[in-house]
């Protein structure tokens, strides 16, 4: 299988023996051609062509994530022009689909996901087939909104700091402290979209823990409320400034210089409140089974019953319906004249239309 036409683009998807084929590029109107392998092609033919490399191999950890962009300003100048893009890579399996799919969610964001842009190369070409670490670059492209700037968004740092976590725990470690992502400290912080956060807080000195953004959903839990309301055992959250002195003890200092002991691979979470100094949960990084049977990595949980959670209470001033024998606080009491007052200016205002 030479090369194949990816539908609605001139576009064409295919190994590295689809350069020999000079008719089929001619008839296409190839004009430029993209080079997802670390192999140089040495093909002559290349000089006749626009031509723009990519140098990975087709492996899980590689991270083809940050060439999105590049390669998909590529292959629109190419179209723009108003010639044929060729993206190829060994076989035309992996490397290769993963770009074009990239490409097709860039230009459809809002109609086509991942997986439904897979099974519209896959009509055309049986045997494309990203490996699993591409597809979950491909999801977590389109959960960034597909931009054209990747590596400063803030999903791309989590990405890259979960595959740190990920790469030292298969190394029997934990990660580094310089790589982790303590969430208070992001310049772009999560926002609770209510408008009204959650709180937790140390449950003897009532010391303020984290809030609703900080929380990792987990299992069927899908939002960070419902994961905090659930009946499991824990409150998962990211990793935040004050649990420093738990998750890296020998660095408790954190303008200190790193210790060169390794931290734990797990341990228990300390109130941050010195005075305190309460169990309050524990982490693995490596992860942990939630109660609810749900497995959670890394996991950095709060104990509930070590905690207390409470929601912001608003109170409303002025007049108000209130069961009987129930009492407003003086400085929140109307008196009879103000209502009155207020009574009288509505109907008054109510006759004025009429």
């Known amino acids: 299988m030479a090369m194949n036409k990816v539908p609605g683009h001139n576009i064409y ?86 770009i074009c ?62 595959r740190e976590v990920e790469g030292s725990v298969a190394c029997g470690r934990a990660p580094e402290m310089e790589s982790i992502l303590f969430e208070d400290e992001q310049p772009q912080q999560r926002v609770d979209p209510t408008g009204q956060s959650i709180d ?30 659930s009946d499991c055992a824990h409150i998962f959250l990211n990793p935040l400034t004050w649990m420093r002195p738990s998750l890296f003890p020998n660095s408790p200092d954190a303008s200190a210089s790193p210790s060169t002991e390794d931290a734990p691979l797990s341990g228990r979470l300390t109130c941050p409140n010195t005075s305190c100094g309460s169990n ?6 490596q ?12 996991a950095i949980g709060l104990a509930k019953a070590r905690v207390d959670v409470s929601e912001p209470v608003t109170i409303r001033r002025g007049p108000a319906i209130l069961p009987p024998g129930i009492r407003l606080p003086p400085n929140m009491r109307v008196s009879r004249m103000e209502t009155d007052a207020d009574s009288k200016s509505e109907s008054e205002s109510v006759k004025g239309s009429l």
């Open 13 to 98: 998807i295919g190994g590295i023996f689809s350069l020999k084929n000079k008719t089929a590029l001619s008839r296409a109107n190839i004009t430029h051609v993209l080079s997802v392998l670390r192999l140089q092609p040495t093909d002559e033919t290349l000089l006749a062509y626009q031509h723009h490399r990519i140098e990975v191999d087709d492996v899980e950890d590689e991270n083809l994530l940050e060439h999105f962009p590049s390669t998909i300003k590529f292959i629109q100048s190419g179209l723009d022009a108003g010639g044929g893009v060729l993206v190829h890579c060994a076989m035309g399996k992996s490397r290769s689909a993963t």
């Open 101 to 162: 799919i990239a490409y097709l969610l860039h230009c459809q964001r809002s109609a086509l996901t991942p997986q439904s842009a897979l099974a519209l190369l896959r009509e055309i070409r049986p045997l494309c087939e990203p490996n699993s670490g591409f597809m979950e670059q491909l999801n977590v492209y389109h959960q960034m909104g597909c931009p054209e700037d990747v590596t400063s968004h803030p999903l791309y740092s989590r990405w890259l700091y979960n």
């Open 200 to 229: 937790i807080k140390c449950r003897r000195c009532r010391r303020k823990l984290a809030i609703a953004p900080f929380v990792v959903p987990h299992g069927s839990h899908g939002d960070a409320k419902a994961a905090i309301k």
């Open 280 to 285: 309050i949960g524990k982490f693995a990084w």
């Open 287 to 298: 992860g942990m089974q939630c109660s609810c049977g749900d497995w959670v990595v890394p």
